[in-house]
Structure formats: C-alpha cells, structure tokens
C-alpha cells in the first residue's frame, strides 16, 4: 500500500519516497531536486574529467546525452518517450527536409505535439498540477528544436550544416538543460563540446574557474529556498480565490494581500532558473565575454535578472527581465517575423507554449493591451520627468508600483491556472 500511495505521486521513480515521506515534499519535486544536484555534481566531473583537450567531442556529447536520458527517464519514467519521440521526429524533418521549409513543420510538428501532450495532461489528470510534469522538458524541447530549424533555414547555422544525429540528440537532451532549460544557440552549444566556448568568447586560450559564479549562485538558490519555506508558504496566491477572504476582506487588504502573495510566488522560479545557470556554469558553459572590469560574465544562458525584475519601472521592463531566454524565442521565431500585429501574436504563441489552463490565456491577453497602454503611457510622458533628479526619482517610484500592481494582476491567472479562480478573482478585483 505505502508504494501504491508513493507511484501514485509521480510517473517517475519512487525510490526516493522514504525522503518526501520525511520531508513532507512532493515525490516529483524530491525527485526533480535530487536530478538537479545530481546534474551539478556531474557538471563539475564533466568539466574536470572530459575536458576538451583529451576527450573527443563524440565521448563529451554521448556521455551528455546519457546522463541526461538517464535524469528525465528518472523524473518522469515511461513519460520520458514523449521526449524522445519529439526530438527523433524533428530530427527527421531537419535531415530529411528542405532547408525552406523545415522551420514551417519542425514548428507545427513541435508546438502540436506539446499541445497534444498538454491537453492530454489536462483530462488525464483532471486539472492535476504536478509541479514537475513531463511537458515542462517537451517546452524546453520545443525551443530548441524550432530555433535551430529556423536557424538553418536563415543560413546562420551553414558553417556546421546539418548536425549529426549524435549531435542533436546531445544538444536536446543534455544533462545541464534537460529539466529546466534554458534554450541555448546550437552554435554555443557545439563550442562548448568542442572546447572552443571560452576561446571564442574571451580570445584567449585558457578556461577561467566557474567556482565564483557558481558559489553566487548556490548561495541565492539558497536564499530563494529560505525564502520560499519561511515567506511564500505564508503567502500562499490560492487565497486569493478564497470566496470568504473575497467576501469578508476589504478591497485594500486583498491589494495587498494580492501584491506579497505574487512577489512570494516568484522564488520558486528564481531558484530554479539560478539553479539550472549555475549548472551550466560547473561545466564551463556559459561565458558571455569581459563586463567593463575586464572580469568574466557568466551569464550568456542566464534566465533571470532578479534584480532588473524587482525594480522594474516598466511592464517591458519587466518582461526583458524574466524567462529571459523564452524572450529571445519568442522573438525569434514570431515577434520579428510575422507581418503585423507582432505583440498579440507573440503573447499567444506564449500562451499556447505555456499550455492549455484557462489561466495562462487570461494572463497573456490580459498581458496584450497592458504592454500597449505601458509603451504608450511611457512615450508620451516620460520625457516629462527628466528635467531633475528628484522629479525622475518620483516619477520612477510612481511607474515601479504601477507596474507592480499591473504585473499583479495581469499573472495572477497564470499562477492559479483554474478558470474559476482567476474569473472569480478579475470579477472582484
């Protein structure tokens, strides 16, 4: 019975069940933890013990691509086919197909086999939330190998032709980004295995130590985690949908409540995407070039800029700040090349890239005419307040709570993803 009860909380495997029983965590969220720690330990091996210079690049790229076989099939068992069956049917459009037109199908073989996926999710499971469910890798899927198609297409990717079998299955479904992400050019990728990334990026031929950026890094996972149990848990944003919180709390107070309870919500998305970039970094991936000190920046797959976000005067502001590697997708693919209506168009394909609950559109068509109004309102008056510094200082304290509270209500949806929750939430805001 107690294993019937442990399998029935995730699709992957249960043997760390004695540890969520302890803990009072989630199996799939132990399970999707004790994967990424694993994936930082065998970063730094994979750094120190296959370096470049003495291992070839088809041993780094196998050995990637077992490692992170063997973490998804962990996490998400026999779910873990739906990723392979993408990435080997994308891969068959890109040898296969004609380099003008293998962006059109390696788009809607990917974003519809992920919807499929998704709703089949949804009615599976009912409207189940499982925090680390197999489609999170399908999304990650779904960038990278849509980006390279239309890479390909544009010719950017000609120096390396068409990759390799081995090499696609390595850029997909390596260890460092297998769970979490972030999507990273091919181009990168391949210097990275080769050993050429920090050449490339420094013009120098030795590989500086990751150990500062990744020690920063663990250090605000750290706090996020701190955070997270002693901040959030008391915060938590399905109160907001309370019908007797809703009933019997004045108006201020469900601001309020409303504002902390989405400012909480956001640790868990900072400690993942911190997590996954300092992986990254313990294997030596991730250098971007010199900052103005003359030090390494770490930060070329980075996903978050914690604080551009919690300063942000500007709902653009924000956004350049968050998921920023899906940002640089989405322009990519959609933003700068449909012929009109660019912001509605990216906002639904985000949407659709999210998932199918109700919540994720109201948040992304909520999101269309707020950027509008926020680019507008920020044309037409922020010139005004630039004649002094404390005339600037006001006018950016006023802009951060506006976009604060726009930002509140325009994600609220997004985190409580149920269609009665976030109607009975804009209904009374």
């Known amino acids: 019975m107690e294993e019937e009860s442990v399998t ?22 132990v399970n999707f933890l004790a994967c990424q720690f694993f994936a930082l330990l065998a970063a730094f091996w994979f750094r120190l013990y296959l370096r470049p210079q003495y ?18 099939s962990f996490c998400f068992g026999w779910y873990a086919m739906h990723i392979l069956l993408l990435v080997f049917a994308c891969y068959g459009i890109l040898a296969w197909g004609r380099a003008d037109n293998i962006h059109s199908y390696t788009m809607v073989t990917a974003v519809g086999y992920l919807t499929i996926c998704q709703v089949s999710r949804v009615f599976i499971f009912n409207y189940g939330i499982l925090s680390t469910d197999f489609s999170g890798p399908l999304m990650m899927i779904t960038q990278k190998v849509t980006m390279l198609a239309f890479q390909v297409h544009d010719g950017e990717e000609c120096s390396y032709s068409k990759p390799s079998l081995l090499e696609y299955l390595s850029y997909n479904l390596n260890f460092l980004s297998i769970l979490v992400g972030p999507w990273n050019n091919y181009k990168d990728y391949i210097d990275f295995i080769e050993g050429k990334h920090a050449e490339r990026r420094l013009k120098r031929r030795e590989e500086p130590s990751p150990m500062r950026p990744v020690i920063q890094k663990l250090l605000i996972c750290a706090g996020c985690l701190l955070f997270f149990f002693t901040i ?4 938590p944003v399905a109160y907001n949908a309370d019908p007797d919180f809703i009933s019997q709390a004045p108006f201020v107070r469900r601001l309020s409540y409303a504002f902390f309870s989405v400012q909480a919500a956001r640790s868990k998305f900072y400690f993942a995407w911190t997590l996954a970039d300092a992986i990254h970094n313990a294997a030596g991936y991730g250098i971007r070039g010199l900052n103005e000190k003359g030090e390494v920046c770490w930060d070329l797959i980075s996903n978050v800029n914690i604080w551009g976000i919690e300063t942000a005067t500007s709902f653009k502001s924000f956004i350049d700040n968050w998921n920023i590697q899906t940002g640089i997708w989405l322009k990519s693919v959609c933003y700068d090349r449909v012929p009109y209506y660019h912001t509605a ?7 659709l890239w999210h998932g199918v609950y109700p919540g994720y559109y109201f948040t992304f068509l ?4 707020v950027t509008l109004a926020a680019r507008a309102m920020r044309r037409n008056f922020r010139h005004h307040f630039l004649c002094s510094h404390w005339v600037k200082l006001a006018y950016d304290l006023v802009t951060w709570a506006a976009t604060h509270l726009a930002i509140c209500y325009t994600v609220m949806p997004f985190l409580l993803l149920y269609l009665g929750h976030s109607r009975t939430f804009a209904e009374l805001s």
Do not use: E
């Open 8 to 29: 029935f909380r995730t699709t992957g495997s249960a043997r760390l069940g004695p540890v969520s029983d302890f803990t009072g965590i989630p199996l799939d969220q």
């Open 55 to 72: 291992t070839s690049p088809v041993i780094r790229h196998a050995v990637a691509t077992i490692l992170g076989i063997s973490v998804v």
């Open 345 to 351: 168009f990216t906002f639904v394909l985000s949407a």
């Open 232 to 235: 959030t848990k008391a915060f």
């Open 366 to 369: 909520t999101g269309i005419p």
